[in-house]
């Protein structure tokens, strides 16, 4: 038996809903952005993993996380790559940041949003990278990636 509800978020990775019984997507669209909304994986059509079930015990008050990628074949889910692209376009416009910073920027970023043992490494480079770009680029990419990015690279790229 699955453990976990399953979760429905649109393609921008807003949580419409977070703890659904059956696999049937209940909404369609989202209130907040307007699109279309998913509750399984695009490529594998594997439910996304919503809260963890318990039975008698419901958790009220907590907001839910859109998985970043699917956990059973590991593809970055479509609020992911469009991240990722956000951030490539972004890198591209900036004047102060050549090809090769464009591309060492978005493989960093790739790697900062999981916990491995290259997020520390990726997070240095993703800081550099952004410390030569211009201020505009930088508040982008931070608020584009603040509440996406693994911790380590959070605590190493925006200390408090």
């Keep these: 038996m699955d453990y976990h509800y399953t979760m429905q978020v649109c393609m921008n990775g807003h949580v419409t809903e977070e703890r659904m019984e059956e696999r049937t997507c209940e909404v369609d669209y989202c209130e907040e952005c307007g699109a279309k909304a998913i509750c399984e994986c695009p490529t594998c059509g594997t439910p996304i993993k919503g809260e963890e079930r318990f039975d008698g015990i419901v958790a009220i008050g907590f907001e839910a996380e859109p998985p970043k990628y699917c956990y059973k074949c590991g593809d970055p889910f479509p609020w992911t790559k469009a991240s990722l692209e956000a951030l490539e376009e972004l890198a591209q416009l900036d004047d102060l940041l050549d090809e090769n910073d464009v591309k060492d920027l978005s493989v960093s970023a ?51």
């Design 110 to 160: 790739k790697e900062i949003m999981s916990e491995t043992p290259k997020t520390k490494v990726a997070a240095i480079k993703f800081k550099k990278i952004l410390s030569r770009a211009g201020s505009e680029t930088a508040t982008a990419a931070r608020e584009l990636f603040v509440d996406i990015v693994a911790e380590t690279a959070k605590r190493t790229i925006w200390p408090s």
